[in-house]
C-alpha cells in the first residue's frame, strides 16, 4: 500500500527541517577568511574574458 503524503504535512515538515537547521548552525555557521575574500575579488579584478568569433571565448589572468 502506497504512503501518501498531504501538502499539509509536507509544509509542516519543511518548516521543521528548517528550524532544526537554523538552530544546529546557528552559531556555529563557517565564514570565509578575509584572505580568501580578497583572493577571489583581486582574481576577479585580474580576470579578463573576451569573445572571439573563430574560437569563441579567450581567458586571460592580467597580471
Known amino acids: ?9 509536507l509544509t509542516e515538515f519543511t518548516q521543521n ?3 532544526i ?3 544546529v548552525f546557528e552559531s556555529e555557521r563557517p565564514q ?3 584572505m580568501t575574500i580578497q583572493s577571489l575579488l583581486n ?3 585580474s580576470l579578463s ?3 572571439s568569433k573563430s574560437i569563441g571565448n579567450i581567458e586571460m589572468v592580467l597580471s
Not at 1 to 9: A, C, P, R
Open 1 to 9: 500500500m502506497k504512503k501518501l503524503v498531504t501538502l499539509k504535512q
Open 21 to 23: 537547521i537554523d538552530s
Open 32 to 34: 570565509p577568511k578575509n
Open 49 to 51: 574574458v573576451r569573445n
Open 43 to 45: 582574481f576577479s579584478k
Open 17 to 19: 527541517e528548517k528550524e
